[in-house]
């Protein structure tokens, strides 16, 4: 496709489980990023990816959440031990451009709703 | 650190009625400012960039203007289809990130 590519587009887990939510961004784009949006609010960055680097991971909440980008495309970020105040839409971006050259152009997916009971 | 905040937070308009979004920001030196527009649902798809104090940009019937401490987006004679939350974002000199703000939920009425 020609767009950001997030999946799944709806996760329902339980207090204490495991999830992965993943990202697959526009093909080329070597710069990506996680944001999680909660109801009524705007997005909060989590973590900056330039190629399979994590050049800025300063917004990760703590240390339940981890993400990779093994190949410098697909990105998968992981929640461990979810609680209930992770529920948020998970929003991906990509952009050609590394961050520091950017022109704000960044393009997102449509987020991954995860709902924790 | 960088902080953004947007007013009002909602914003009813009726059809062809004008009026302007305000973002307000403080950063340790401002490489650009950022507008994007988010339908339910959906992300957040990019509008303007603005860097300088003085630079306005257009785009349809929206209108960016920025100064030194706030930004303004003006819409004129709004139709039912600019209905949308608008976020305002920042980016410093020194970080890599994008500061987003609240958003304003603006609906347009036929």
């Known amino acids: 496709g020609a767009g950001v590519s997030q999946t799944p587009s709806n996760k329902v887990t339980e207090k204490g489980k495991y999830v992965e939510l993943r990202c697959d961004p526009i093909s080329g784009h070597t710069a990506l990023y996680w944001y999680r949006q909660s109801l009524g609010q705007g997005p909060e960055f989590l973590i900056y990816f330039q190629g399979t680097g994590a050049a800025d991971d300063s917004g990760l909440p703590n240390d339940r959440f981890f993400a990779v980008r093994p190949e410098g495309s697909v990105s998968t970020l992981k929640i461990q031990r979810t609680e209930r105040g992770d529920s948020a839409v998970y929003l991906c971006?990509?952009?050609?451009?590394?961050?520091?050259?950017?022109?704000?152009?960044?393009?997102f997916g449509e987020g991954s709703r995860l709902t924790v009971l | 650190e960088d902080q953004v905040t947007q007013s009002p937070e909602a914003l009813r308009l009726q059809e062809g009625e004008s009026s302007s979004l305000n973002c307000s920001y403080t950063v340790s030196g401002l490489r650009g400012l950022f507008w994007y527009r988010q339908d339910p649902g959906k992300g957040p798809e990019f509008l303007f960039t603005l860097y300088s104090a003085g630079e306005e940009k257009e785009k349809e019937r929206l209108k960016a203007t920025l100064t030194k401490k706030e930004s303004f987006l003006h819409i004129t004679a709004p139709k039912p289809e600019d209905s949308a939350t608008y976020l305002c974002?920042?980016?410093?000199?020194?970080?890599?990130?994008?500061?987003f703000g609240p958003g304003t939920r603006l609906s347009v009425l036929p």
């Open positions: 971006a990509s952009s050609l451009i590394p961050a520091r050259m950017n022109t704000g152009e960044l393009f």
């Open positions: 974002a920042v980016q410093d000199n020194y970080g890599q990130n994008f500061v």
